[in-house]
């Protein structure tokens, strides 16, 4: 079973717990309603059967006091038990604060002593409906303790009633006394059964309720466990994430200061070449060649400290991309000697930061091979856009390379990961030279068709 099939499991076994608990409880309270009827109904009509025998003074004389009239006894209990159920369920369900809903059990301990007395304290099964309803909201620390002192404390009241009414209820037996002894008989046995069966549905609430408390218990000792579980992974987590991180900054600042460093001191080492040929022959051309050598390397310092700080080239920050890459290009031209050619066939469109940082760098990256590695003279620069997809095509006419057994350097690997996380691809042939090709997604859905 998944974890999923499992979680959903115990969810329904925990609804199906508290749904059984409901019920129970509906149990108890329409059980104790009907024997509460019974018990005053039996009285009531006892009476009225006593005084249409005009036998009703000889009832009294064995009574102490006055009881209720027997419709007026018979409503004053069932009206009672109506109003403890509704406490007792105001208690229960309703949205109070705490100091009103201990304030609700009060009046319901009350009328569960004002009933008592409607019907002389002939059923005290209702105490355990208090009870009940104590023990389904209350779940405090001390739970057991407080439960118990509750129940002893009802019992206590009940106990204490019967003693201050001795002299003023009318015994259950007085009333059983009119009938026939088998039939006082079957009374007392039936009485006795039903307050029995009461505590029975009692026990078996119980029985519920501790079930449900200790799946509960359960349940939170799993959840305990799943959270450190899961707090356990998220700090692996987050370890690895950190060590990802810096894995990927170290390769980001490795990229970025190789980029725009090994772009500068390439441009730097080809124009001192020429300047040390033109020192002699022609000293004005190479104080203007020393010139642009000392712009170049001015530029690949202030490069290298945006790098540092991740920060776009300068040209980019200030330029279009078309332009910034038109103006590397003339830079690098004029630094190094080599003639380049820029054709744009059709301009890509709405190229997003990340974009245009990839092509800016492939362009110089690939311009400072062709010069470093090939020795080029010659090196054309295409970019078109077709499909959804941006071209950027480097041909050079150097020296070119054995494909199967080329290297990767680090100028290679790293534009073919610059170009990945864009989904773009990176392609290179040796053929008179040497072509670098770059392909670009506009879009991610672009992307699914390279």
């Known amino acids: 079973m998944s974890d999923t099939s499992l979680r959903r499991a115990k969810r329904l076994a925990r609804a199906l717990d508290a749904s059984e608990l409901h019920q129970m409880h509906d149990v108890l309270i329409i059980y104790n309603g009907m024997v509460v009827t019974l018990t005053a109904a039996f009285m009531s009509l006892t009476q009225d059967k006593i005084i249409r025998s005009f036998h ?34 105001l208690y229960r369900e309703g949205k109070m604060m705490p100091t009103m809903r201990y304030a609700c059990l009060t009046a319901e301990i009350f009328v569960c002593i004002v009933l008592l007395r409607s019907f002389d304290l002939a059923y005290d099964g209702v105490v355990l ?202 830079e690098f031209a004029s630094s190094t000697g080599m003639k380049i050619d820029f054709e744009v066939l059709e301009w890509p469109e709405r190229l997003r930061p990340d974009q245009e940082e990839v092509l800016y760098r492939v362009v110089q990256e690939g311009m400072t091979n062709a010069r470093r590695h090939g020795h080029a003279k010659h090196l054309e620069i295409t970019i078109g856009a077709k499909r959804g997809a941006i071209y950027l095509l480097l041909a050079d006419d150097g020296e070119g390379a054995d494909i199967a057994e080329l290297e990767k350097g680090f100028g290679l690997r790293h534009m073919q990961e610059r170009l990945a996380l864009l989904h773009g691809k990176l392609r290179y042939w040796s053929d008179s030279g040497f072509t670098l090709e770059a392909i670009l997604p506009e879009n991610e859905e672009a992307s699914n068709f390279l």
């Open 129 to 330: 409906l208090v009870v009940a309803d104590l023990l389904h909201r209350y779940s405090g620390r001390h739970q057991l303790v407080v439960l118990t002192c509750a129940m002893l404390g009802l019992y206590a009241i009940v106990d204490y009633n019967a003693m201050f009414f001795e002299h003023q209820v009318t015994p259950f037996d007085v009333y059983t006394s009119y009938y026939a002894p088998s039939a006082r008989s079957w009374i007392h046995l039936m009485h006795t059964g039903l307050a029995s069966f009461n505590l029975i549905l009692f026990v078996f609430y119980l029985t519920l309720l501790i079930r449900q408390n200790h799946q509960e218990k359960q349940r939170i000792a799993s959840l305990n466990a799943q959270l450190e579980e899961a707090n356990t992974r998220l700090r692996a987590y987050a370890i690895e994430a950190e060590s990802m991180a810096e894995t990927r900054e170290r390769n980001r600042l490795a990229r970025e200061i190789h980029d725009t460093l090994g772009h500068a001191l390439t441009g730097i080492a080809a124009g001192l070449d020429a300047t040390a040929l033109l020192v002699d022959l022609a000293p004005d051309k190479a104080k203007e060649q020393l010139v642009k050598i000392k712009e170049t390397a001015l530029r690949g310092l202030k490069d290298v400290r945006r790098s540092v700080k991740k920060l776009r080239p300068d040209d980019l920050e200030h330029l279009p991309l078309r332009q910034a890459i038109a103006n590397m290009v003339e």
């Open 56 to 89: 009703a003074r000889a009832f009294l004389e064995q009574l102490s006091s006055v009881p209720l009239p027997p419709v007026s006894g018979f409503f004053t209990s069932v009206g009672a038990f109506l109003l403890l159920a509704l406490l007792g369920w």
